[in-house]
């Protein structure tokens, strides 16, 4: 694999920066690390903390390309890996019909590299350069999909039973992240550097915004910010993360707003709150939310 060049921790700080990530210091050092050690680096955190945008961040600065596998349960190694065309196959089959070509050599022909469909794995281990591997949500996939990744994670290649063994020319850099649905294998967890992401500090979440939402004024971020980590004392459904944030902060800023106003809160609750339960508790403790958002409480 060919290393960026990143000879010390500062170093991943500032490509995270260059691509417009505010990150601190023990994301910085995961990074590097899994970068140095070409370790497959796995980050887990609340939902909306920015795990996702690692990967993101990290193909914008390398300059390579992002591939993306999103997990679901009952995802299996032929959507991640491979596919046969069978309706190419069929067709070629038909047309061989009439020729003189034997079973066996027609069978060879069908299973070759012009009827592969490439899914997200297979495409990234047969890039030229490095690509980013994003393996989002690994925890929706089943323990079987697991099982399945720890030959990729180990050596970097795959068994296709038609073609042999593919071994990566050039490495990837693995990202995968968990919202912790299910506890991931110990198998797993041996095989990558591990990153936990928590909710933000106030004062980097501000930054988060102003780097984001460049159009907001810095009052009106701050007051997102402290109205936000009030949410996340709260007994709710579901807890904003840094992505509500941003979006709250970009529908105000449509809206014309430079500071929170209780009416266009209740018009904008949407894009905090995410279910009805939350919503109806967020509108009870309005008053108490809005003088913690002000500074006042």
């Known amino acids: 694999m060919a290393e960026p060049r990143i000879e010390r921790i500062e170093d991943a700080e500032q490509l995270l920066g260059s691509a417009g990530y505010v990150s601190d210091r023990d994301i910085a050092t995961a990074l590097y690390l899994a970068i140095r050690l070409q370790r497959p680096l796995l980050v887990e955190g609340y939902a909306g903390v920015g795990k996702t945008e690692i990967a993101k961040v990290l193909a914008e600065a390398l300059g390579t ?118 506890e991931l294998g110990d198998a797993l967890r041996r095989r990558c550097l591990y990153l936990w992401i928590d909710y933000p500090s106030l004062a980097k979440e501000t930054r988060i915004v102003r780097a984001k939402v460049p159009a907001a004024s810095d009052a009106l971020a701050q007051q997102i910010c402290r109205f936000t980590e009030a949410l996340r004392e709260m007994d709710l459904d579901k807890r904003p993360g840094v992505a509500e ?26 894009c905090m709150a995410k279910t009805r339960r939350d919503t109806e508790r967020i509108q009870a403790a309005l008053p108490d939310l809005l003088a913690r958002a002000a500074g006042s409480a």
């Open 65 to 182: 390309e992002l591939v993306r596998l999103q997990c679901y349960e009952g995802l299996d190694a032929s959507a991640a890996l491979y596919e046969w065309n069978y309706a190419k196959q069929i067709l070629r089959i038909r047309m061989e019909e009439q020729s003189e070509r034997g079973a066996d050599s027609t069978e060879s022909l069908i299973f070759s590299e012009p009827y592969l469909l490439e899914r997200p794995i297979l495409a990234a281990l047969r890039r030229e350069t490095s690509p980013v591997l994003l393996i989002d949500e690994v925890d929706r996939a089943d323990e079987e999909f697991e099982a399945f990744l720890l030959e990729i994670l180990s050596e970097y290649q795959v068994t296709i039973p038609e073609l042999g063994t593919v071994r990566a020319k050039a490495p990837p850099y693995v990202v995968l992240t968990s919202n912790r649905v299910r």
């Open 245 to 270: 944030s941003l979006d709250w902060a970009l529908a105000l800023v449509e809206l014309h707003q430079d500071h929170l106003e209780p009416e266009m809160v209740r018009a904008t609750l949407g």
